[in-house]
Nanobody, 126 residues
Framework: QVQLVESGGGSVQPGGSLRLSCAASGYTSSLNCMGWFRQAPGKEREGVAGIYMPTNHTYRAESVRGRFTISQNDAKNAVYLQMNTLNPEDSAMYYC???????????????????WGQGTQVTVSA
């Protein structure tokens, strides 16, 4: 089993930055894929960024490309989401997810993942 704990959410003004962290515990050596997803009220959960950990390949949604960056630590048991130039449309609950194996081109699909954190809230407002 794998447990995921997110941190780093909060309130920020438009144009500001936040860095989210996701710490994995348990059988983390089995994990090859991790990702960040978000869900705003009344909307479906959407993929933000994903990483294939053995090769460090990353994928980002078009809406965040150039503003958000996903990365992992050397121990491959944590991932981070650096979010810059935030705007109100980025406000949502952000979730970390992980799975043992995945298809790289499906890293932004929630159905690809079977471990989920509890989420951390990000609010962008003036």
């Amino acid at each position: 089993q794998v447990q995921l704990v997110e941190s780093g959410g909060g309130s920020v003004q438009p144009g500001g930055s936040l860095r989210l962290s996701c710490a994995a515990s348990g059988y983390t050596s089995s994990l090859n894929c991790m990702g960040w997803f978000r869900q705003a009220p009344g909307k479906e959960r959407e993929g933000v960024a994903g990483i294939y950990m053995p090769t460090n390949h990353t994928y980002r949604a078009e809406s965040v490309r150039g503003r958000f960056t996903i990365s992992q630590n050397d121990a491959k048991n944590a991932v981070y989401l650096q979010m810059n130039t935030l705007n109100p449309e980025d406000s949502a609950m952000y979730y970390c997810a992980a799975v043992e194996e995945c298809l790289m081109w499906r890293l932004l699909q929630p159905s690809e993942f079977n471990y989920w954190g509890q989420g951390t809230q990000v609010t962008v407002s003036a």
